[in-house]
Nanobody, 121 residues
């Protein structure tokens, strides 16, 4: 079983920055894709960023709304992921959750409990 715990959310003014952290425990995730998703009130959960393990290296992918403002990273041990968010906008307000997808015949998704990010105008 994998436990994932996010932190770093809060209230920030538009144009500000936040750094979200997600630490996983229970098994090593060094070769597992990890990502960030968010859900705003009344909306579906949406993809924000992902860092994939491919060809012995990490590669990042971003939603269009996050590109050039957000940066996803991993720690060297591979069990933590971070989301650096700059130039935040009110539309970035949401609960941000981290995800780990363990590959296999049936991939298994693990989720954290989420951390609230509120951007005031």
């Amino acid at each position: 079983q994998v436990q994932m715990v996010e932190s770093g959310g809060g209230v920030v003014q538009a144009g500000g920055s936040l750094r979200l952290s997600c630490v996983a425990s229970g098994r090593t995730l060094i070769n597992v894709d990890m990502g960030w998703y968010r859900q705003a009130p009344g909306k579906e959960r949406e993809f924000v960023a992902m860092i994939r393990w491919s060809l012995r290296a990490y590669n990042s992918e971003y939603a269009h709304s996050a590109k050039d403002r957000f940066t996803i990273s991993r720690d060297n041990a591979g069990n933590a992921t971070y989301l650096e968010m700059n130039n935040l906008k009110p539309e970035d307000t949401a609960v941000y959750s981290c995800n780990a997808r363990v590959p296999g015949p049936v991939p298994i998704d693990y989720w954290g409990q989420g951390t609230q990010v509120t951007v005031s105008s």
